[in-house]
């Protein structure tokens, strides 16, 4: 059990409300934080418990902020930890957020839970979350809940959005118009999936150049296409071109790859 279970298993403080799954992901992707003068936000406050469990994991150097659509949450507050009042959903708002918070380190969003929420949490606060920071969505097993404008790959879930951010991180490599590189590609380093939560961390990532060291093991000059084989490759990428396009599996690709090793 890491020290957030622990705390959160002893917690005589304010009342708080986690899945047990979500402490050895919180400590995964947080621990290197730990005693750091960093900045958190968590949308979604409620009676308060959770701000000051982070006030104690992270140390005195720490600046938690909470936001919450609920006014009785501004008496959450003490030392280290402010509060801000309106809508994870309102754009306007959120607008307002990084004026009080500055760069922000972590992002938690343990708001109301709702697709939509989410998304547009995560489309105004990304941009603020510093360099080598971390967004984290929890809760997201909503995506599959009709209530809160989930179902298994029902338009608009947050999880299919985010399924959707794989294809950006993956964009520097992209052949097609319909994915282009965004400020998400340059910036977002890794997507991790886990039952009910979503993680993100940044690391500023120019475009991947590969490189080759080491001496051959083998002699490997490629030998020289004869003018059907020309012909055969011609017709293959044509073909696969028209295939990619339509989004369809491709055709003889190991064929393909086959005559590309040859010049
Ligand atoms: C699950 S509770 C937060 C629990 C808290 N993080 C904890 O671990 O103890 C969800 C909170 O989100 C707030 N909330 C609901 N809709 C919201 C919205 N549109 N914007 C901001 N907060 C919202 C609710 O008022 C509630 O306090």
């Known amino acids: 059990m890491n020290q957030l279970e622990q705390y959160f298993e002893q ?7 986690k899945y047990q799954h979500y402490f050895d992901i919180y400590d995964r992707y947080f621990s290197r934080f730990r005693n750091k003068p960093i900045t958190i936000v968590e949308i979604g406050v409620s009676h308060g418990g959770s701000l000051q469990m982070w006030k104690e994991y992270f140390g005195p150097q720490a600046t938690i902020w909470g936001i919450d659509i609920d006014p009785r949450c501004k008496t959450m507050e003490e030392a280290n930890i402010h509060v801000l009042i309106g809508s994870q959903e309102d754009p306007a708002f959120l607008k307002t957020v990084y004026d009080q918070t500055g760069p922000i380190d972590i992002l938690i969003d343990d708001g109301g839970h709702t697709q939509d929420q989410q998304r547009i949490s ?18 997201t097993h909503t995506s599959y809940w009709n209530i809160y404008g989930g179902g298994h790959k029902r338009q608009g879930s947050f999880t299919e959005y985010a399924k959707n951010l794989i294809d950006l991180i993956n964009a520097h490599h992209s ?11 340059k910036t977002a380093n890794t997507i991790h999936f886990y039952d009910s939560v979503i993680v993100i961390e940044k690391t500023p990532r120019p475009a991947p150049k590969p490189k080759m060291t080491g001496k051959p093991s083998f002699d490997a000059t490629p030998s020289k296409k004869n003018l059907v084989e020309k012909l055969e490759m011609h017709f293959l990428l044509k073909t696969n071109k028209i295939l ?7 055709f003889a690709i190991n064929r393909m790859i086959d005559l590309c090793s040859k010049n």
């Open 244 to 250: 990619q396009m339509m989004g369809l599996r491709g």
């Open 11 to 17: 917690n005589q403080q304010r009342l708080m409300h």
């Open 122 to 139: 995560f489309e105004n606060l990304f941009q603020h979350i510093q360099p080598n920071g971390v967004y984290l969505c929890e809760d």
């Open 175 to 185: 052949e097609q118009a319909s994915l282009q590189v965004t400020e998400f590609t």
